[in-house]
Every structure is written in structure tokens, then in C-alpha cells.
């Protein structure tokens, strides 16, 4: 006989997972350094010069001698390389050491960024486990998807950019009512999903202080299932390398949302940062 397993076995799974992902070599716990380069510089903690491309071409150039070591999509440099960005067709692939790695990042503006990565951080090794809460029936919600022909941009600040909003795609709207309060939320493209950046009373006080995210898809018939037992903390909670998006206005609970995930926390048993 087939054994359905509970919602509870289900969010265990999860969050068993959720705890392997973070310590990945390129989980949040690994990433060391994001370094902009807007001249020819030395970047902290790996090998050669860096240096930006003219405009409009993707990436950044890096010289180095044979002797650094450095891999570009698995080519040894002895002299200079280009390291495509992200935003290429082909992004670029760089690898310094057994444990140490990189890849090029883009800003809005047009910027590179060198980020590097340690599949044995200090970070890594100090990580204790995620604090969550326990699975929570009440926050399971089934509400609206009102889609937005061709969608709609919306400014949202990240937590480095001294209030600076970036454009964000909205492509619709979730609706639903709970303890007699209408609530309107904004979600953003995230790949094939939407994702939902939302604050709650918790904040700071029981949960990471900036907010959560939740990754959700609309079903068939135009509803979408808001399962906040799956909120889990953005990047930033486990590296400050990282610069998360911040809850727009309509995503800022009034009320407590004890479901999902609290805190990152160290092997002592502490908060993480």
C-alpha cells in the first residue's frame, strides 16, 4: 500500500534541502566576494589584473601569468582572457584553485562584477542549520491571480542601494481576504515562477529582520496557493555579498506570519549575522 506522505513529512523534506543548497560550492554560503570593476584593478583574494570592456561588450578581461593558475572556461591564461558575463549567450567560467571559483556578474547600469566562491568558506564550515517555524495549516492560502496584460514595472529598493529602486517586471496581482483584510500583493518574474518578497510582524523580532520570499506559480483556473510554510530567507541573511530586494509597500504584513523560515544560524547556536 502507497504511503501519502503529510504535508509536515513534506515540508521536512524541504527543509532538508533547503540546508544542502546553502552549503553547495555555489550555494549562498560559499559566495566570498562581489568586486566591481570599473578600471584595470586587482581583485581581493584570487590571482591577476582585472580590467572592464568597452561598452556594449559583455564581461571583464584578466591577465595573468601561467603561473596564477587561472582556469577560463578551462583554458590556462598566460597573458589576457575575456570572462563573459551572466548576460551573455555564453556566460564565462573561471577557476582558481580546487575550491575557489568565479564567475561575472552584470549591474543595470552596465557595471562587471567578479564573484567568487569557496566550496570550503569559513562560513560554510561555522553554518549551524536554518531555525524555522513549525508547519502552520492557517498560512496555506488559495487566493486570486489577476493577471496584468503584458505586465507592468515597478521600482523595488534592494538592500545596498541607498534607496535607488530598480525596475522590477510585475506581470500580475494576488488577491485574497484573511481575518477580515483584503490584501493585494505584488510578485515578480523569477524565471518561470513569480516571486513574492513580503515582511511580516515577525521581522526582527522571531525572523530575519529585511523579510522573506516565497516562490510561487498561478494553477490553471486563475487561483494560486500562497503556502507560507515554504517562505524561506533571502541570500542576504546568509552572506552580506549578497544585495536582496526589499518588500514593496503591498507585501508588508501588519501581522504575524509564524510559518516558514526564521533565521540562518551558526554552529554555536546563534544567529548568523
Not at 582585472?50 to 561598452?55: F, K, N
Request: hydrophobic fraction near 40%; aromatic fraction near 10%; charge should be negative.
Amino acid at each position: 500500500m502507497t504511503t501519502v506522505a503529510t504535508p509536515e513529512d513534506q515540508l521536512a523534506l524541504y527543509r532538508s534541502r533547503r540546508e544542502q543548497s546553502v552549503v553547495q560550492p555555489r550555494g549562498n554560503l560559499a559566495l566570498v566576494g562581489t568586486q566591481w570593476v570599473n578600471a584595470e584593478q586587482p581583485i581581493y583574494g584570487v590571482p591577476g589584473m582585472w580590467a572592464p570592456l568597452p561598452v556594449g561588450e559583455s564581461g571583464l578581461m584578466v591577465t595573468a601569468v601561467a603561473s596564477d593558475n587561472i582556469l577560463v572556461n578551462g583554458t590556462l591564461v598566460d597573458g589576457s582572457a575575456i570572462v563573459a558575463g551572466k548576460d551573455a549567450a555564453t556566460p564565462g567560467e573561471v577557476i582558481f584553485s580546487s575550491t575557489l571559483s568565479g564567475f561575472v556578474v552584470a549591474s543595470e547600469e552596465g557595471l562587471y562584477a567578479l564573484r567568487v566562491w569557496d566550496s570550503e568558506s569559513e562560513a560554510i564550515k561555522n553554518f549551524g542549520g536554518i531555525d524555522a517555524f513549525a508547519y502552520n495549516p492557517e498560512w496555506v492560502i488559495t487566493a486570486e491571480w489577476i493577471e496584468i496584460p503584458g505586465g507592468t514595472t515597478v521600482g523595488i529598493e534592494h538592500l545596498k542601494d541607498d534607496g535607488k529602486p530598480r525596475d522590477r517586471v510585475m506581470p500580475g496581482e494576488i488577491r485574497f481576504s484573511k481575518d477580515g483584510v483584503d490584501y493585494h500583493l505584488a510578485a515578480f518574474k523569477e524565471g518561470r515562477a513569480l516571486l513574492l518578497v513580503f515582511a511580516d510582524s515577525t521581522n526582527g523580532v522571531s525572523s530575519y529582520s529585511v523579510g522573506r520570499f516565497l516562490l510561487i506559480a498561478p494553477n490553471v483556473d486563475d487561483s494560486i496557493t500562497l503556502d507560507f510554510n515554504r517562505a524561506y530567507l533571502p541570500p542576504c541573511a546568509f552572506n552580506y555579498n549578497f544585495n536582496c530586494p526589499l518588500p514593496p509597500a503591498q507585501n508588508r504584513f501588519t501581522v504575524p506570519i509564524e510559518a516558514g523560515e526564521k533565521n540562518a544560524m551558526d554552529a554555536s547556536g546563534s544567529l548568523l549575522h
